[in-house]
């Protein structure tokens, strides 16, 4: 609550009038604490801060080699934001749309694409998807891809570099 001080306007014999006093003001700002406080604690103890979403990748050791038979072997390269160019083995990649069109507000990796790789999956347990990603593609198709396996609960796949080798299979693509 606020307080005035007020002189209790008694002068004494001979006094002259002076000048009036500045009068005070004390404002009590105890109340005004303990609710800013209330506040404080409240919101801390209701709000709750977003989780990261996470994914776990185990990556080998750098100088492990893994002999695997080449028609065990998948290829998917993305050279860039729109294709990817899948191959299986020695063949020639074939070209398919990474993202279905008609879904244009939601990223999710087109059918054939899926379907492709879960045929592949089934087909032969041995098989090994390797994932190329050129520097003209962006990192969440990266992300997207790694999702779409996880879903599929395909556990074995690699990711490599994206070299003059892989632009050249690309150019050759079906």
């Given at each position: 609550?606020?307080?005035?001080?007020?002189?209790?306007?008694?002068?004494?014999?001979?006094?002259?009038?002076?000048?009036?006093?500045?009068i005070g003001f004390h404002l009590?700002?105890?109340p005004m604490v303990d609710v800013a406080f209330?506040?404080?604690?409240?919101?801390?103890?209701?709000?709750?801060?977003s989780k990261s979403n996470t994914m776990e990748i185990?990556?080998?050791?750098?100088?492990?080699?893994?002999?695997?038979a080449e028609n065990n072997v998948m290829t998917l390269r993305i050279a860039d934001e729109a294709m990817a160019y899948c191959s299986l083995g020695n063949e020639a990649p074939r070209r398919i749309p990474l993202y279905d069109t008609q879904d244009s507000h939601r990223h999710v990796l087109s059918t054939p694409l899926r379907q492709l790789i879960k045929?592949?999956?089934?087909?032969?347990?041995?098989?090994?998807?390797?994932?190329?990603?050129?520097?003209?593609?962006?990192?969440?198709q990266l992300v997207d891809i790694i999702d779409e396996l996880n879903l599929m609960k395909i556990d074995r796949f690699s990711l490599d570099d994206f070299t003059e080798q892989d632009a050249l299979e690309i150019k050759r693509a079906v």
């Open positions: 609550m606020g307080v005035v001080d007020s002189p209790n306007g008694r002068r004494g014999p001979g006094k002259k009038k002076r000048h009036s006093k500045r009590d700002m105890t209330l506040l404080l604690t409240f919101f801390m103890l209701t709000t709750t801060f185990n990556l080998p050791p750098e100088m492990t080699e893994v002999k695997v045929q592949q999956a089934k087909a032969n347990e041995k098989t090994v998807i390797v994932v190329k990603i050129s520097d003209k593609a962006r990192y969440k």
